[in-house]
């Protein structure tokens, strides 16, 4: 008996593909070209977005247990002890005025080697394990979303990460070190005294977050195109950030954009539609994830896929072929 066709809810529907390119559609990657893609693929980028969400899953659960988990009081004011010894050795009305008012300063410290400590310590172990593998899988989708290939959601995942386990492993070990370290060095120069030299140092290290964090379009890309040592790729990406300078600063401009209205949506309305703060969970990441595969994979494609232009060849009378010879 043959079964009738009924419509399927289509947008978690892993088997279902989006429109190909049409015969004879001009795949040039120009602005106009990433909205018709990105609408063609909106509905992928939604579901390749819940997947992306779990890379962020225990970066939320480690900030939620700090600022949700045990707390001591802790003393804030630095002229608690003096006031003290003040008070012991010679009470004063003055004093003691002073002193209450000290240790009435005191902020929330969470409790050392308690229970979320060790939950926030194996969630760190988890990013650090999975992170390398989850954007290689999500990296290669959003490249074949780019491309226009056919894209099976979860075979594809799953597909990307068994073929770039090692690697996948190793350039996420990596990447969590590099994002780890140049954070630690942004915020500690920010915060350091003023000083000719500290502005020197946070000036670069500004940089070398802003060059790093575009290198990072190039990295996994390559990773998942070609057979290459992560030496390779790494000085690869280097050169890219400057070659496709103006694809990766309107990529940038495409993600903050994107990012700053999604701000405005929950600071002004997101008390009055709760919602407002749901949305960005469900399309921030495989957005801001097209925008810059758009951006940077052209850049792959023309200086490492396509093959270089045909020398042209010029002929000389003596190299014609005579009328009548084959």
Known sequence: MALTGKKKFKLL????????????????????RFFKLWGRKFWKLISLNLLMVVQVIPLLLIAW???????????????????????????????????NSAAGLMHQTPVFNSWANWVMGALVVIQLVTYGWQRTATTYILRNLVRGDGVFMFSDYFYAIRRNLKQGFVMGLIDCAALFALGFDLF????????????????????????????????????????????????????????????????????????????????????????????????????????????????????????????????????????GEE
């Not at 529907?13 to 106009?32: A, H």
């Not at 500290?198 to 990295?219: D, K």
């Not at 300078?245 to 709760?274: C, D, E, H, Q, S």
Request: glycine content about 8%; hydrophobic content about 50%; overall charge positive.
């Open 13 to 32: 529907d892993p088997m279902r593909d989006g429109k190909g390119v049409e015969k004879g559609e001009d795949t040039t990657p120009t602005l106009g």
């Open 65 to 99: 247990l700090y600022f949700a988990g045990p707390k001591v009081p802790t003393l804030y004011s630095p002229l608690y002890a003096p006031l003290l010894g003040a008070q012991t050795a010679a009470p004063t009305t003055v004093g003691m005025t002073l002193f």
């Open 188 to 323: 500690y120069f920010l915060n350091a005294p003023t000083t000719g030299w500290n502005n020197v140092m946070y000036f670069m290290i500004f940089a070398l977050v802003f060059i790093y964090g575009v290198m990072r379009f190039y990295t996994y890309l390559m990773m998942v195109t070609f057979d290459m040592k992560l030496s390779k790729i790494f000085k690869n990406a280097l050169i890219f950030t400057v070659m496709g300078f103006k694809r990766n600063i309107m990529a940038l401009l495409g993600m903050g954009t994107l990012t700053a209205f999604f701000a405005v949506l929950i600071i002004f309305f997101g008390r009055i539609i709760p919602a407002f703060f749901i949305i960005p969970f469900l399309c921030l990441l495989g957005f801001c994830g097209f925008m810059y595969t758009y951006a940077a994979y052209p850049v792959i494609e023309k200086y490492m896929i396509a093959p270089p232009p045909a020398k042209a060849t010029v002929t000389t009378e003596s190299e014609e072929t005579p009328a």
